[in-house]
């Protein structure tokens, strides 16, 4: 079956510091890949999305790159904000569905 | 264009007492699903309706059903609530083309 398996939380940096969320996944086929980031008290949105091997996916600075055979997709920013607060989630599409990691939480102080 | 609206936003309910979640998405996507998230376990799958007149049961659809009113709302009903099932339900849509959803912004449910 599916499964996420992303880096265990709660993850707290201060400003300008670098990020890295590790993410790694089991799928039958070819995936496509996905961060999410959730706001407190919002819903989820899509941060960034790969959709085959070695496809980069970025966004507000964020990037992570989808590699096939360490079965990875693991998110970078190279100087967090504060507003970059949240928690963020690994996912994968395959079935017509979305398979989710557990989320890892990360605040950033000023 | 709202994208995907749910109602109620926060509701307490006590043990055996019923209700429905509401959603609607104003985004002419095919594909709708329910999800619970609860704390240090990521969103699960409740159901999700492919299209308009189908349903289909996701990781945890036990004490729950679900109805695909037409294509725009797809409505959540538990018949007998537990406090098990105090969390908070997101509902989403998607084009399949896209394999992007897009989230409500979520009820809180806690059963008391």
């Known amino acids: 079956g599916n499964s996420v398996t992303q880096m265990e939380g709660p993850v707290t940096l201060s400003e300008e510091a670098f990020l890295t969320i590790n993410c790694t996944y089991t799928a039958t086929g070819y995936p496509s890949l996905f961060w999410y980031v959730q706001y407190p008290g919002e819903g989820l949105q899509l941060l960034l999305k790969?959709?085959?091997?070695?496809d980069k996916g970025s966004n507000k600075g964020f990037e992570a790159t989808y590699r096939k055979e360490t079965t990875s997709f693991h998110l970078e920013k190279g100087s967090v904000q504060v507003s970059d607060s949240a928690v963020y989630f690994c996912?994968?599409?395959?079935?017509?569905?979305?398979?989710f990691g557990a989320g890892t939480t990360v605040t950033v102080r000023a | 264009n709202a994208g995907v609206t749910q109602t109620p936003k926060f509701q307490v309910l006590k043990t055996g007492q019923s209700m429905t979640l509401q959603c609607a998405q104003d985004m002419n996507h095919n594909s709708m699903y329910w999800y619970r998230q609860d704390p240090g376990m990521g969103l699960r799958l409740i159901y999700y309706?492919?299209?308009?007149?189908?349903?289909d049961k996701g990781e945890v659809p036990n004490g729950y059903n679900v109805s695909r009113l037409n294509k725009r709302e797809f409505s959540l009903r538990l018949e007998s609530a537990a406090p098990s099932q105090t969390s908070v339900y997101f509902c989403a849509s998607n084009d399949r083309v896209q394999e992007t959803q897009y989230f409500g912004p979520g009820t809180r449910l806690l059963v008391l």
């Open positions: 309706s492919a299209s308009e007149g189908t349903t």
């Open positions: 996912a994968l599409w395959n079935d017509y569905k979305l398979s």
């Open positions: 790969a959709t085959k091997a070695d």
